[in-house]
């Protein structure tokens, strides 16, 4: 999973106790090793007398890829699952010191309607803090606007959010309406007015033992059931499917030294994100990744003794984008936490200079703050591929694409999936990871069968069956192009003259 760039001293991290050793089999139970400084515990479980025959293999050990374990493992299936890190949690990252929580790195709130994540908190007997951080908004000034009298109507998903308001608004409004969300990238969503937020975020929850407890429950929950094997420093170089079988080939970290490994399975979850999917060439799912795409956010701590401890949250016409209050009563505070373009102005200003990065970091903050507040530490931490967003699309919605790219490819791909943030409908929170985790459970139990029913006016594309009837309407290569091939495998043509980011709309046009 994503590792955040952060300048952490020693005394700032938590020590946390990683899975070292895999599982060994063993007639009457499990032994695990768990490694902690200076002293190696050994320990049985009992065996899991549920155990069936098919086994899943699952890579990513996010916060995803461990309750899909859970999930599988309590239904009686075997799993085996693959973390490249040596520690598991993906986006999930705590910073701790003598055993408090002093932020998150990550991930760092639940809001009130996710109640999946709730649920999982209060399983693993964690505490959910209630938060309230009041909203306002500095620097911004009043653009004088007439409505305009003409509609212009678009379906969901077929534009931006960003796009759509272009119809109405004029451009200075729309810049600064984004900029007030305090997120450059929220508007980069797809236009859906079905699409309710449901709540402000004003209000919402921390977890007062830290996101890194939740991993760590999980873990070692997992770790008991002797239907399930964790392996972490494991990772994926090449996926090869042939007759039904994935040949799963792994680099096997040990400490400055990569063995190979290699792993068989006929059911194979993929629960990473989307730059860790496009690494893998050798499955032809091109057209499934080129219907998201991943954004940064870049989460600026500071600590400062004496700036107030509930001043809330301020959304700045600047770069800063917001300034967030201490969650947990301590001196660290989010002193910006930028998204998008912004996230990458802060990023690349830091490679550049770290001096010049400090200084016009806080040159704005105390554009908006009192020069009285001291600033006695800075940390960053970034996230290149933190967020996903979906990307525009012909005559779909996005529970169509969700659940189109948690199944990629059934006629090519038996038995593959994809679960995560990266193809949920609700992308940017770990509600929406859960979220197709559950989808995926109700696949795995029902098992839907393909339509073999074919439309009347239709193309292959590697060996998916496309339906142009609609599409070739609108096709900017002509229709003629498309009427000229229908009932052809164009998989070689289409790919003469496509980049494969045009490919995204063969998703909601596939028969399926």
């Known amino acids: 999973m994503m590792v955040a760039f952060t300048s952490l001293e020693n005394t700032h991290q938590r020590p946390v106790m990683d899975l070292l050793m895999v599982r060994l089999s063993q007639e009457r139970g499990c032994l695990i090793k768990l490694k902690t400084e200076p002293e190696i515990f050994e320990k049985k479980f009992p065996s899991n007398k549920r155990k069936m025959s098919i086994e899943f293999s699952i890579v990513g050990g996010g916060i995803a890829g461990l309750v899909a374990a859970k999930k599988l493992a309590e239904k009686g299936y075997s799993v085996h699952l693959y973390e490249k890190e040596g520690k598991f ?33 209060k399983e693993l007997d964690l505490t959910l803090i209630d938060i309230d951080k009041k909203i306002q908004w500095k620097g911004f000034k009043a653009i004088p606007f007439t409505a305009s009298k003409t509609s212009f109507p678009v379906p969901p998903v077929s534009l931006t959010k960003f796009q759509e308001k272009c119809l109405h608004q004029p451009i200075p409004l729309v810049d600064q309406g984004q900029q007030k969300t305090g997120y450059d990238l929220r508007w980069e969503s797809v236009y859906d007015p079905a699409y309710k937020r449901g709540e402000s975020d004003e209000t919402f929850f921390v977890i007062k033992e830290g996101m890194d407890e939740v991993i760590n429950g999980l873990v070692r929950q997992l770790s008991t059931m002797s239907n399930v094997t964790l392996y972490p420093n494991h990772c994926i170089q090449d996926i090869r499917y042939t007759n039904g079988s994935y040949k799963i080939n792994f680099t096997i970290r040990k400490e400055n030294v990569y063995e190979r490994h290699v792993r068989s399975t006929s059911y194979l979850v993929l629960a990473i994100p989307l730059c860790d999917l496009k690494k893998i060439k050798s499955l032809s799912i091109e057209p499934n990744l080129a219907t998201v795409i991943s954004r940064p956010l870049f989460h600026i701590m500071a600590k400062s003794k004496n700036i107030g401890k509930s001043f809330g949250k301020i ?48 040159s704005e903050f105390y554009s908006y703050f009192s020069k009285s507040i001291r600033i006695d530490k800075i940390v960053p931490h970034f996230w290149r591929d933190a967020v996903h967003r979906w990307l525009p699309n012909y005559k779909t919605k996005v529970t169509t694409l969700s659940e189109r790219n948690i199944v990629p490819h059934p006629r090519k791909y038996k038995n593959l999936y994809l679960i995560g943030e990266c193809f949920s409908t609700m992308h940017a929170w770990t509600e929406g990871a859960l979220k197709t985790v559950d989808v995926f459970m109700e696949i795995v139990q029902k098992q839907p069968a393909l339509t073999k029913t074919k ?58």
């Open 89 to 121: 949690g993906g986006r999930l990252q705590t910073v701790y010191e003598d055993g408090e929580v002093l932020y998150e790195a990550g991930a760092w709130r639940i809001l009130k309607n996710h109640k999946r994540f709730q649920e999982l908190v």
């Open 455 to 512: 439309p009347k006016e239709y193309v292959i594309y590697d060996g998916r069956i496309i339906n142009v009837s609609s599409f070739k309407h609108v096709h900017p290569g002509s229709r003629g192009a498309i009427e000229d091939h229908l009932f052809e495998d164009i998989t070689d043509l289409w790919n003469q003259y496509h980049s494969m980011s045009a490919s995204k709309y063969m998703i909601p046009l596939e028969e399926r």
């Open 315 to 362: 959304i700045v016409n600047s770069p800063l984008s917001q300034t967030i209050s201490t969650c947990y009563n301590n001196d660290w505070f989010q002193i910006s936490y930028s998204a998008g373009r912004f996230a990458m102005l802060f990023h690349n200003l830091y490679l550049t200079s770290k001096s010049t990065w400090r200084r016009y970091l806080e």
